[in-house]
């Protein structure tokens, strides 16, 4: 199981970007929930977003209202849409993914992918 991260770049304060996570070797329907985590330089991993197969969601509390996340099952990606940055949205962010089904019981992470805002 592969989960690759793209789309963080540099941004000035208010832009957007958008996050991609797409999985490989473990189909859609074997997913419970994806989600977006971020760490900081000298900061503990915080979890952004997730997102559950049936399409509920959750966000901290400092990215509601500018963050949406999303999942598309039929490509197997899901998507951080990030509007209205701010310089302290800086960071590695980083997907994963719990297993269902016969993959229950597991947790997939891919690569972080960097995201800077400048002020």
């Known amino acids: 199981v592969q989960l690759q991260a793209s789309g963080g770049g540099l941004v000035q304060a208010g832009g957007s970007l958008r996050l991609s996570c797409a999985a490989s070797?473990?189909?859609?329907?074997?997913?419970?929930?994806m989600g977006w985590y971020r760490q900081a330089p000298g900061k503990q991993r915080e979890l952004v977003a997730r997102i559950l197969s049936g399409g509920g969601t959750n966000y901290l509390d400092s990215v509601k209202d500018r963050f949406t996340i999303s999942r598309d099952s039929v490509k197997n990606t899901m998507y951080l849409q990030m509007d209205s940055l701010k310089p302290e949205d800086t960071a590695v962010y980083y997907c994963?993914?719990?297993?269902?089904?016969?993959?229950?019981?597991?947790?997939?992470w891919g690569q972080g992918t960097q995201v800077t805002v400048s002020s």
């Open positions: 070797g473990i189909p859609s329907t074997s997913i419970y929930s």
């Open positions: 994963d993914a719990e297993g269902s089904r016969s993959f229950r019981g597991r947790q997939y």
